[in-house]
């Protein structure tokens, strides 16, 4: 039987590096996709030294048909598409004014139009039982001051994710969002916002990477709720939890104090 297939975003470090040897560890076969060819050459030795197999490649993800090329290519060697995730992603933190427009129409490239592609490239390839992965954020839950255009991007991808739940679900494919708060990786260097000083930095990638692994193979229960959006850490749960609950100002009052210097 042909294992398992996995095409991963991002991949030379941080949260997708850790995903896909998570996965290798489990005997699927990995797709490592990222601009970071240097950091594609050791993952793949990574992932080979496990036992697993590699199938690594440059990709820019803000490049349709360079995404489109990677997944039909991807399939034609391994013979399937179990799992795509889209995990590649930029953050820009401070004040919205203060960071060129340039930049943030950057960030929109990478973390919308990359997800639309990577969802774009799978779908021709995704069966019954295989599931697209979106990387959301906590950010999404209510949006975040000096990250006003990634939380923003965040907004996108939950609202796609839903969507495509409902539009795929017929046909068998699982389309989920994860959302972790702040992850301690090479993104997050330098950031420091009302925010992160309030909640701190208390998720690694490999939490972020265990818990991916666990929502592509869901328990009994999971899949009798149809959970669509998987809240990573502590903190985002109980986050979560609130923001269903508690009033619309009230959300805004919490969050404009975790946003206070």
Known sequence: MTSRTVFITGA?????????????RKGWTVGGYDLDEAGLATLATEIEAVGATAVVGRLDVTDADAFR????????????????????????AGKFEDID????????????????????????????????????????????????????????VRGLTEALDIEWGPQGIRVVALWPLFVQTAMLEGVRTGTT??????LGPQDVADEILATVEPGRAARAIHQVHFPVGRQTQVLSVASRFSPAW????????FAAH
């Open 12 to 24: 030379a470090a941080g949260i997708g590096r850790a995903t896909a040897l998570t996965f290798a």
């Open 69 to 92: 090329d990677a997944v039909d290519d991807f399939v034609q060697q391994t013979g399937r598409l179990d799992v795509l995730v889209n995990n590649a992603g930029i953050l820009l």
């Open 101 to 156: 427009v340039a930049r943030h129409h950057k960030e929109i490239d990478v973390n919308v139009r990359g997800v639309v592609n990577g969802a774009h490239a799978a779908h021709p390839h995704l069966k019954p039982g295989s599931t697209l992965v979106n990387l959301c954020s906590a950010s999404a839950i209510y949006g975040q001051a000096e990250l006003a255009n990634y939380s923003a991007t965040k907004f996108f």
């Open 197 to 202: 000083d309030t909640l701190g930095v208390r």
């Open 250 to 257: 009230l959300t805004r009052v919490v969050n404009k104090r």
